[in-house]
Nanobody
Framework: QVQLVESGGGLVQPGGSLRLSCAAS????????MGWYRQAPGKQRELVAS???????NYADSVKGRFTIFRDNAKNTVYLQMNSLKPEDTAVYYC?????????WGKGTLVTVSS
């Protein structure tokens, strides 16, 4: 049984920063590519960033230059560092494998960017 638990969301001012964490259990974490996804109200869930089992990373055009995905395999954790946040970044953020597996979606963590 795979469990992914997201944390680190909250309310932040435009231009501010947050770091999201995703703690994994029940799998061999280091063997899988991982991704961060988000879903804003009334919109489709989208891939924000992904990271391979090595060091390769990919980002959605909307977050390039502002967000960084990284992982600590010893801690079974993947992170998303979010800088220069904008109101349009407001969403529930989820982690999952990349490509995503339907059974692995958790509750996510809410990020609200507002003044």
């Amino acid at each position: 049984q795979v469990q992914l638990v997201e944390s680190g969301g909250g309310l932040v001012q435009p231009g501010g920063s947050l770091r999201l964490s995703c703690a994994a259990s029940g799998s061999i974490f280091s063997m899988y590519a991982m991704g961060w996804y988000r879903q804003a109200p009334g919109k489709q869930r989208e891939l924000v960033a992904s990271i391979s089992i090595g060091i390769s990373r990919n980002y959605a055009d909307s977050v390039k230059g502002r967000f960084t995905i990284f992982r600590d395999n010893a801690k079974n954790t993947v992170y998303l560092q979010m800088n220069s946040l904008k109101p349009e970044d407001t969403a529930v953020y989820y982690c999952n494998e990349y490509p995503a597996r339907l059974d692995y979606w958790g509750k996510g963590t809410l990020v609200t960017v507002s003044s």
